[in-house]
């Protein structure tokens, strides 16, 4: 069976109510719309059933009209009988044509009805004992006649036999009962009709409402219910949000913006009250070893019993914070004397270094903090979270797994930290960074195998500024992606500048970090400094360390490595052994150089461990097809240990120092004009 889609009961079911809902309302507005129309109707019948009973009424008194006025000709005077003779031309004239206006109206009311109420108006007309019809015709004939008569007598032009000049009293009394009972026959069949007018309108009524009761049951209810579930889900998903803004996804605790936003309050309310505040920063020493041989959910877990740990730890009215990563931030109100805050914070410390279990491997975290204390420290956030950083670093130099607390040493260096940052920015500006290369060699024949380019900084009044002095702060500031491209375009364009003269120097190596991979433009600006200065990319191999083949899934920098090894670059992995870079990574296809850090070269003669390690490491190159280089080789019995073991290529203080670049371009001349010989010098040792 296919797996339904999520959603598409939920969609299947929104579409039923909405066309349910259209239906429904087609329904009720056809209804509607009918009501309207028969109430219409209803009006304009009973319009036109009012008009037959004016018609009626006027009937009735244009009868006696009629007769009155006969009666009247005869005893008025001379003078008045004229008018009085054409008033009754005129009345009965009147009456015959509402009489045949009255027809045509009952007729177009009675047609085709079969009802016993239009029947009885059918026979006032013409059964007995009104038939009205006949005696209507006859007043009105005889009112003509009689109107003619009289006329000639008042006239004095009658002639022959007298004619009478008075109206037939019998035929206008059965006129006007015959236009009395017509009234009320008019009467009922008008109730009558109006009666079932406003049944059938009832009915019509009690059908809507019974529809739209239906409606609301079937429809409008599912549809509310819907609508109060989704904005149940509305408010529960505003509500959710509303937390992961301020709370951090994974631990549950604050994350950085909520403390950004919040931490002025807290120090404003210490500064109140006038108490101490203390800034209690942590981080886990072990940290990437837990996640690198454990994996990501190890990594995890131990975030999340960490957070739990601080939680149980602390007071109510502390503050707890994951920065990001393996940093977290404690917020210590009413911190008290430095004994009370050294008593809790041992405590924290110790609850958070207990160890931990997952899946039967026991986990030590090692966690270190670094306090800074308000007011006496700093008096702002951003001065309390940097000395209480420095103060972590310091712990961490101590060992790792205690604390140590801000202190005017540790002011001294941090403004020595904060003038070296500047001086660096001052650095990149200018361009002052150079570039010294210091060479590979074969120890089998002497030959160059590469040079490695080396950062180098000589300050104006400092002098020459140490790599280890100047890359920690310029990778704490995010300033070693300016510093990189410096050095790589300085010497790429000195490699090149050695191609173009046919000084043989094997490949240029350079370091590049994962700060630098992660750029979105590193692949065109690597590619576009080749182009510029004219060095083919075989000629160039970048160096990279292990945190970055396993960090390369998660950020995006695979496909740059790919991009930038399917131009012909090479790659070279760094410091070989001492991460924790799984087998999968040492891949022929990714890879074509590795490394062998220091630490298991020197001495390698007389450490036999260190031998077994270079051994097994350079049998898995061998095996996989991946040329090594062993760096930090000093004495001679060295190189001959590292040839026995397999490993032909060398870098080291005691063969050639790191040069500046018309140094080494000299170095590179004198071994290319002659048959090279490697040299060892001794007491040249790092």
Same mark, same amino acid.
């Given at each position: 069976?296919?797996?339904?889609?999520?959603?598409?009961?939920?969609?299947?079911?929104? /579409?039923?109510?909405?066309?349910?809902?259209?239906? $429904?309302? &087609? =329904?009720?507005?056809?209804?509607?719309? %009918?009501? !309207?129309? *028969?109430?219409?109707?209803?009006?304009?019948?009973?319009?036109?059933?009012?008009?037959?009973?004016?018609?009626?009424?006027?009937?009735?008194?244009?009868?006696?009209?009629?007769?009155?006025?006969?009666?009247?000709?005869?005893?008025?005077?001379?003078?008045?009988?004229?008018?009085?003779?054409?008033?009754?031309?005129?009345?009965?004239?009147?009456?015959?044509?509402?009489?045949?206006?009255?027809?045509?109206?009952?007729?177009? /009311?009675?047609?085709?009805?079969?009802?016993?109420? $239009?029947? &009885? =108006?059918?026979?006032?007309?013409?059964? %007995?004992? !009104?038939? *009205?019809?006949?005696?209507?015709?006859?007043?009105?004939?005889?009112?003509?006649?009689?109107?003619?008569?009289?006329?000639?007598?008042?006239?004095?032009?009658?002639?022959?036999?007298?004619?009478?000049?008075?109206?037939?009293?019998?035929?206008?009394?059965?006129?006007?009962?015959?236009?009395?009972?017509?009234?009320?026959?008019?009467?009922?069949?008008?109730?009558?009709?109006?009666?079932?007018?406003?049944?059938?309108?009832?009915?019509?009524?009690?059908?809507?409402?019974?529809?739209?009761?239906?409606?609301?049951?079937?429809?409008?209810?599912?549809?509310?219910?819907?609508?109060?579930?989704?904005?149940?889900?509305?408010?529960?998903?505003?509500?959710?949000?509303?937390?992961?803004?301020?709370?951090?996804?994974?631990?549950?605790?604050?994350?950085?913006?909520?403390?950004?936003?919040?931490?002025?309050?807290?120090?404003?309310?210490?500064?109140?009250?006038?108490?101490?505040?203390?800034?209690?920063?942590?981080?886990?020493?072990?940290?990437?070893?837990?996640?690198?041989?454990?994996?990501?959910?190890?990594?995890?877990?131990?975030?999340?019993?960490?957070?739990?740990?601080?939680?149980?730890?602390?007071?109510?009215?502390?503050?707890?914070?994951?920065?990001?990563?393996?940093?977290?931030?404690?917020?210590?109100?009413?911190?008290?004397?430095?004994?009370?805050?050294?008593?809790?914070?041992?405590?924290?410390?110790?609850?958070?270094?207990?160890?931990?279990?997952?899946?039967?491997?026991?986990?030590?975290?090692?966690?270190?903090?670094?306090?800074?204390?308000?007011?006496?420290?700093?008096?702002?956030?951003?001065?309390?979270?940097?000395?209480?950083?420095?103060?972590?670093?310091?712990?961490?130099?101590?060992?790792?797994?205690?604390?140590?607390?801000?202190?005017?040493?540790?002011?001294?260096?941090?403004?020595?930290?904060?003038?070296?940052?500047?001086?660096?920015?001052?650095?990149?500006?200018?361009?002052?960074?150079?570039?010294?290369?210091?060479?590979?060699?074969?120890?089998?024949?002497?030959?160059?195998?590469?040079?490695?380019?080396?950062?180098?900084?000589?300050?104006?009044?400092?002098?020459?500024?140490?790599?280890?002095?100047?890359?920690?702060?310029?990778?704490?500031?995010?300033?070693?992606?300016?510093?990189?491209?410096?050095?790589?375009?300085?010497?790429?364009?000195?490699?090149?500048?050695?191609?173009?003269?046919?000084?043989?120097?094997?490949?240029?190596?350079?370091?590049?970090?994962?700060?630098?991979?992660?750029?979105?433009?590193?692949?065109?600006?690597?590619?576009?400094?080749?182009?510029?200065?004219?060095?083919?990319?075989?000629?160039?191999?970048?160096?990279?360390?292990?945190?970055?083949?396993?960090?390369?899934?998660?950020?995006?920098?695979?496909?740059?490595?790919?991009?930038?090894?399917?131009?012909?670059?090479?790659?070279?992995?760094?410091?070989?052994?001492?991460?924790?870079?799984?087998?999968?990574?040492?891949?022929?296809?990714?890879?074509?150089?590795?490394?062998?850090?220091?630490?298991?070269?020197?001495?390698?003669?007389?450490?036999?461990?260190?031998?077994?390690?270079?051994?097994?490491?350079?049998?898995?190159?061998?095996?996989?097809?991946?040329?090594?280089?062993?760096?930090?080789?000093?004495?001679?019995?060295?190189?001959?240990?590292?040839?026995?073991?397999?490993?032909?290529?060398?870098?080291?203080?005691?063969?050639?120092?790191?040069?500046?670049?018309?140094?080494?371009?000299?170095?590179?001349?004198?071994?290319?004009?002659?048959?090279?010989?490697?040299?060892?010098?001794?007491?040249?040792?790092?």
């Amino acid at each position: 069976m296919a797996e339904q889609k999520p959603g598409s009961a939920t969609g299947r079911l929104i /579409v039923i109510i909405k066309s349910a809902y259209w239906i $429904a309302l &087609a =329904i009720i507005a056809l209804m509607a719309t %009918a009501s !309207y129309i *028969l109430l219409q109707q209803m009006m304009t019948d009973h319009q036109a059933d009012m008009r037959l009973l004016s018609l009626v009424s006027e009937q009735k008194a244009q009868s006696q009209r009629v007769v009155f006025l006969a009666n009247a000709i005869d005893q008025a005077p001379s003078a008045e009988q004229f008018r009085l003779v054409r008033a009754l031309e005129a009345a009965n004239a009147e009456f015959g044509s509402n009489y045949a206006e009255l027809k045509a109206r009952l007729a177009a /009311v009675t047609k085709d009805d079969g009802r016993e109420e $239009a029947k &009885a =108006i059918g026979r006032v007309l013409y059964a %007995a004992p !009104y038939r *009205l019809d006949y005696y209507s015709t006859t007043l009105a004939a005889n009112g003509h006649r009689l109107a003619k008569v009289l006329e000639a007598r008042v006239a004095g032009t009658s002639t022959g036999t007298p004619k009478p000049s008075h109206l037939d009293e019998a035929a206008a009394r059965s006129t006007l009962a015959g236009y009395t009972a017509l009234e009320g026959r008019i009467t009922d069949f008008t109730n009558a009709r109006l009666d079932r007018m406003l049944s059938l309108h009832l009915y019509l009524f009690y059908a809507t409402m019974g529809i739209i009761i239906l409606v609301a049951l079937f429809i409008f209810r599912p549809m509310s219910e819907m609508i109060r579930r989704r904005t149940t889900d509305l408010i529960d998903a505003h509500n959710s949000m509303a937390f992961i803004a301020v709370h951090d996804g994974l631990t549950g605790l604050y994350n950085r913006a909520f403390l950004t936003d919040h931490f002025d309050s807290l120090l404003k309310v210490a500064a109140r009250r006038r108490e101490r505040l203390a800034v209690l920063q942590l981080d886990l020493d072990r940290f990437k070893q837990i996640n690198d041989t454990l994996g990501h959910a190890a990594g995890d877990f131990v975030l999340v019993k960490t957070a739990e740990r601080m939680r149980a730890s602390c007071r109510a009215s502390d503050l707890c914070v994951r920065l990001g990563g393996d940093e977290f931030v404690m917020i210590l109100n009413a911190a008290g004397t430095t004994e009370d805050i050294n008593t809790l914070a041992e405590r924290i410390l110790d609850k958070i270094n207990e160890p931990m279990d997952f899946g039967g491997a026991t986990i030590h975290p090692g966690a270190s903090g670094g306090i800074a204390v308000y007011p006496v420290d700093a008096s702002n956030p951003e001065d309390l979270l940097v000395h209480a950083d420095l103060a972590l670093y310091s712990a961490k130099r101590l060992g790792g797994g205690h604390f140590s607390f801000f202190s005017d040493e540790l002011r001294k260096e941090l403004d020595h930290r904060k003038q070296l940052e500047h001086d660096i920015r001052e650095a990149i500006a200018e361009r002052a960074f150079s570039v010294h290369f210091q060479p590979q060699v074969s120890i089998s024949n002497s030959s160059v195998a590469g040079v490695e380019a080396l950062a180098r900084w000589e300050h104006p009044t400092r002098g020459m500024v140490s790599p280890g002095e100047f890359i920690p702060v310029a990778e704490k500031a995010m300033l070693m992606v300016g510093i990189g491209r410096i050095v790589i375009e300085k010497a790429i364009a000195q490699a090149a500048g050695w191609h173009k003269t046919g000084t043989e120097f094997g490949r240029l190596a350079v370091n590049v970090s994962g700060t630098e991979l992660r750029e979105p433009d590193f692949s065109a600006f690597l590619f576009r400094a080749l182009e510029e200065h004219g060095l083919p990319a075989r000629k160039l191999s970048l160096e990279i360390v292990e945190s970055v083949i396993l960090d390369d899934e998660q950020t995006g920098i695979a496909a740059t490595l790919r991009a930038i090894r399917k131009a012909g670059i090479h790659l070279e992995l760094d410091d070989f052994g001492t991460g924790y870079a799984s087998l999968s990574h040492v891949n022929p296809n990714e890879i074509d150089r590795l490394k062998i850090d220091r630490r298991f070269v020197q001495n390698i003669d007389r450490n036999d461990d260190n031998s077994k390690i270079v051994r097994a490491i350079t049998e898995l190159a061998r095996g996989l097809g991946i040329s090594i280089i062993a760096e930090g080789a000093e004495t001679e019995e060295e190189l001959n240990s590292l040839l026995a073991l397999g490993c032909e290529h060398v870098q080291g203080y005691s063969i050639a120092f790191p040069m500046p670049g018309e140094q080494a371009g000299r170095w590179l001349e004198m071994r290319t004009r002659r048959k090279p010989r490697l040299t060892v010098h001794e007491g040249k040792r790092a």
